[in-house]
Structures are given as structure tokens and as C-alpha cells.
């Protein structure tokens, strides 16, 4: 069983760009979240998507936008970068519903400069 | 919004229990409690949830105070491996809110 893979490992984007980062679901899991964890703080939600539709959001700007495919695998899309973006962003994947438990990969560790 | 407030942080000595305390005053009837751990350099890991009754798996025991405003998190035997950032959350509508967490050490 695959478990939940993040991609890039590392990304260095300056202010005002764009970027997309990418979550494969573990097998089986039909809902992704997303959390930004800026350093030595927890994870914030960002929003969830549950069979390719947004299913919650958290308190962040429209120009954090995701999408979620039919491989239920999803992507997070930043638009006009800030410095206050830098932080580790988490994706979870689970069976559906918060009752269950979440599988985090590893992250993306991306730099505003 | 939901809160939870835990310790910044703990101390335990290896081989010994750890009860790790949350205070979630906002909790309605339906939200479970969970409980996830963050070890250096990784994304955080399940350990347990709850509802009600106290529960049990393989990792750690969870107690929910009966008016379920608090719980405790009970590590039987802290490892060196235990050490990390936990997380105890609720969800309130769709989202799941991380609080600080509480840092535990364990000392060999």
C-alpha cells in the first residue's frame, strides 16, 4: 500500500509568482486536505476536497485554490506569492469525513524570496 | 472557532507514563477528539480519536472527561522514539483546527 506522496520536496519561488504543488491520496482515500504549517507553529487548514468537489475551506485568500481528479490524487495552486507564504504545506488523505484518521505525507517546504 | 489549549510543553523520563492534558471548552456533542503526534522533519501521524467512552489502540490510551470539555492523552511507556509535537484537535464544521501542541521530551 502507497502511502500519501508529496511533490516538489523543496520549491524557491520569489514574490508575486505562481506555484502548484502536488498530492497523490493514499489508495483508496477519496478526500485530501490541505494545512500550511508555518515554522514552530501547527498545521492550518487551508480547505478539503471530497470526491473532486471543495468540501471546506479555512480562512485563507481566494488565491489559494486547489483542485482535486477523478485518481482522487490533488493539486494546491498559490497565485501572487507573498513572503508570508513560506512555510511547509502538508496534504492529508482520507476515507471521508473528519471522524477518520488523516495520513499526512511529508510536505513541501516552500521559500518566498 | 475551535480551540484547544495544551501544555507548550513536557518532560518524561523513558520507560515511564506520560499523560499529555487538552482543555477543548468549545467542543459540541458531535466532534470527535483526535490526537496526532509530529516527529521532526515529517508530517504529522494519527495516534487515537474519541467520542465519548475512553479508548485504546496500539500506540496510547485516550481519557475524555465526562462533560468532554478535556481530555488525556496516556503514553503507557514514553520511548526515545515518542518524542515530538502532539496535537490534540476537534473538528468544528468541515475543518480540523491545530492548536500549538504540546513539545514532549523524554529524557533516557
Known amino acids: 500500500e502507497t502511502g500519501v506522496t508529496q511533490s516538489p520536496t523543496h520549491l524557491i519561488k520569489t514574490r508575486g509568482q505562481q506555484v502548484t504543488l502536488r498530492c497523490s491520496s493514499q489508495s483508496g482515500h477519496n478526500t485530501v486536505s490541505w494545512y500550511q504549517q508555518a515554522l514552530g507553529q501547527g498545521p492550518q487548514f487551508i480547505f478539503q476536497y471530497y470526491r473532486e468537489e471543495e468540501n471546506g475551506r479555512g480562512n485563507f485568500p481566494p488565491r489559494f485554490s486547489g483542485l482535486q481528479f477523478p485518481n482522487y490524487s490533488s493539486e494546491l495552486n498559490v497565485n501572487a506569492l507573498e513572503l508570508d507564504d513560506s512555510a511547509l504545506y502538508l496534504c492529508a488523505s482520507s476515507l471521508g469525513g473528519f471522524r477518520d484518521e488523516q495520513f499526512f505525507g511529508p510536505g513541501t517546504r516552500l521559500t518566498v524570496l | 472557532d475551535a480551540k484547544t489549549t495544551q501544555p507548550n510543553s513536557m518532560e518524561s523520563n523513558e520507560e515511564e507514563p506520560v499523560h499529555l492534558p487538552c482543555n477543548h471548552s468549545?467542543?459540541?456533542?458531535?466532534?470527535?477528539i483526535h490526537w496526532y503526534r509530529q516527529l521532526p522533519s515529517q508530517g504529522p501521524e494519527y495516534v487515537i480519536h474519541g467520542l465519548t467512552s475512553n479508548v485504546n489502540n496500539r500506540m496510547a490510551s485516550l481519557a475524555i472527561a465526562e462533560d468532554r470539555k478535556s481530555s488525556t492523552l496516556i503514553l503507557h511507556r514514553a520511548t526515545l522514539r515518542d518524542a515530538a509535537v502532539y496535537y490534540c484537535?476537534?473538528?468544528?464544521?468541515?475543518?480540523?483546527?491545530f492548536g500549538g501542541g504540546t513539545r514532549l521530551m523524554v529524557k533516557p
Open positions: 468549545t467542543i459540541s456533542g458531535t466532534d470527535y
Open positions: 484537535l476537534h473538528k468544528a464544521g468541515n475543518m480540523l483546527t
